[in-house]
DNA sequence: CCGGCATCGGAGAGCGCTCTCCACCCCGTG
DNA sequence: CACGGGGTGGAGAGCGCTCTCCGATGCCGG
């Protein structure tokens, strides 16, 4: 019960530890970052006093030597002055959407020891806050997931020469790695069960046209449906959100009363038109089959969505493990990866 | 167009700025920082040659000497042994629960330049990290959302004298500041506007009972029953899911066919509660009213659900206030600070 | 028995910043 | 005209860590 604890205020440094270990701050290093050969029972000694000073070595030290942080930026990019009402940072965590995301990309980073520094970026301001975020050294990179197709931010960073990687294809070709679905791939598989289950009067409800992955479901839906001998499907535009969906919907039934099959964009749309074709006393998948997209464990149905899968955590995982490429490697090469969808089938279709 | 860029490798350093500028170090940071006086004209010189350089300060040699990083730990903290299936980490971001905490979060930090480094804490062992997190620096504070009430980890944290900011009172009393909603008054609401529209038989579906916010919404609502006369309140347990709250409505139906009124305690359950009375064939409210709890706007029902709002962002924003009072003054005494709740009355009761 | 080569611990120089002194200058005052 | 004091800039000492050298030691072959 000696009391040999550190003769320095304020929390133990190395320095103490190797007093106490009766080695060099160099050997306590090495021992702590298991580089270099050092004595077993020198090990021991140093182990024992780490445990007995209660070090933890300081980060700020560590990374200024470094020049790493063992954390990255989890950045929403999109637009804080679209529709008004709700503020960005709302509007962006109560879509489940980014809930999966995040969830993808703690299930991968967590293991490894780093974390996810939480950023949003909702102006000019913002994005700039970003890149100097990173520029300075407050994370090793940044996983962007954007939520419109024009954002500016991507350029930044690949200019800035930061490591980042995007969540989908960018709208304008620039040199950054990417994530993304097979979004055309995926229409095309709700198109086949439409049709092979015999709908003959088909529509959709796509998402804003301004988001790429949007434009690519709806027109991987009409090609497919045109092979089918379709050439013409009935579409509305939603933005997304239950509302629109069952907005959507009653749009859509007015104008071809006769529509037996919808392929809606996203699940939460498919959600309000449900409630939509519910209400119209329309009986699914009897009268109207619905199909629709991402398979979004929080969305609950009645009946059961029939929906094209989108693996989001496999996919948010994916993004995690190529910025830590990029960050360990900075010639490592700029990849995009490609996800394919699958469709569930439950009882909306 | 001159070409005295840093002669040194690597990004620019307060070093090269003052030598731009003609000054000493001393006075680029002085500038930087705003602290004492500095004459207008070498702070123009200064802020030009930061300008010229592309200077950005680097975080960790900073805050290796102030002892402060500008990012505070969000950490969730749960079993991850629950029951079993989907992984911690997708269970909490599924949740809109979490997302709300985390807009308000964002919401407060994000003007004042400080961003949330996003944790889970569900093993003995990711609570240590987060501990060990905010020892070594790599935080300033934590803010707590725990997903039940025995958790070790804000102790853990108070015994590290590490500051902290719960979300909702932990299960036994310990020195930490906390912000909470008035759970029992609330529930009151709900049992005063259920016998207000003349419901006679009355039920709840409540959370699990390991939850004190659980807890609190079921007694509250009973003892709130038993003085409009009805002492005794039938009542299943559920688990804050959809589909607990549609088996519980389910059994709660079978078991006593004569229910006009539910109070449930949160919006999730509620939902299912209302597919559940839908299969019944059952009205609502004119069969059975349902009053839900949180006020989710995620939750599309139909009908629109009459809830107690519990104003998660302003909460999740006073815990960030909480918390960055802390950081500032160490002696900032232990707060707690209870919200009331409001009645949102909608179609479902 | 000695030289050469691994092996392994220690010394010390930074990493980029803040902040305490200290020196200096320019007032006003006695 | 000397002196004190407020205001301003510079020098330099760290903050706690990593990592490159270097030197000491032990072991091998010649």
New binding site residues.
């Given amino acids: 019960m000696s009391t040999d604890l550190p003769h320095?205020p304020?929390?133990p440094?190395?320095?103490d530890v190797?007093r106490v270990a009766?080695?060099?701050?160099?050997?306590v290093?090495?021992v702590?970052?298991g580089?270099?050969?050092?004595?077993p029972e020198?090990q021991e000694a140093v182990h024992r006093a780490i445990a007995q000073t209660g070090?933890?070595?300081?980060r700020?030290?560590?990374s200024?030597?470094?020049r790493r942080t063992g954390s990255v930026a989890l950045v929403v990019s999109g637009a804080g002055d679209a529709k008004g009402g709700e503020p960005f940072e709302t509007r962006v965590f109560a879509d489940p959407f980014f809930g999966r995301v995040a969830g993808g990309v703690v299930g991968y980073l967590r293991p490894r020891g780093i974390h996810p520094v939480l950023m949003l970026a909702d102006s000019a301001q913002t994005r700039d806050d970003v890149v100097s975020f990173l520029r300075q050294g407050s994370a090793d990179g940044a996983l962007v997931v954007s939520t419109h197709g024009e954002d500016p931010l991507p350029k930044l960073l690949v200019d800035a020469g930061l490591p980042a990687v995007l969540w989908a294809r960018p709208a304008r070709p620039i040199p950054i790695s990417y994530v993304d679905l097979a979004h055309r791939a995926g229409a095309a598989l709700a198109a086949d069960h439409l049709v092979a289950r015999g709908c003959r009067r088909v529509a959709t409800i796509s998402g804003p046209f301004d988001v790429p992955a949007a434009q690519d479901r709806l027109s991987g839906f009409q090609e497919a449906m045109a092979r089918h001998g379709h050439p013409y499907v009935p579409a509305v535009e939603g933005d997304f959100m239950p509302a629109s969906g069952e907005a959507g919907m009653h749009r859509l039934m007015k104008e071809h009363p006769d529509i037996d099959g919808v392929f809606v964009a996203n699940d939460l749309m498919a959600q309000g038109a449900l409630l939509a074709l519910r209400d119209l006393g329309l009986r699914v998948p009897e009268d109207v089959a619905v199909i629709g997209f991402d398979d979004s464990p929080a969305v609950a149905c009645r009946p059961p969505l029939t929906t094209v899968r989108q693996p989001m955590e496999d996919m948010a995982a994916e993004m995690a493990r190529l910025l830590l490429a990029h960050i360990a490697d900075p010639n490592f090469e700029v990849t995009s990866v490609i996800v394919q969808p699958t469709l569930v089938v439950r009882e909306s279709a």
Same sequence: chains 1, 2.
């Fill in positions: 320095t304020g929390p440094t190395l320095e190797a009766g080695v060099s701050r160099a050997t290093s090495r702590i970052n580089i270099r050969n050092v004595a020198i070090y933890v070595p300081n700020a030290a560590r200024l030597v470094t």
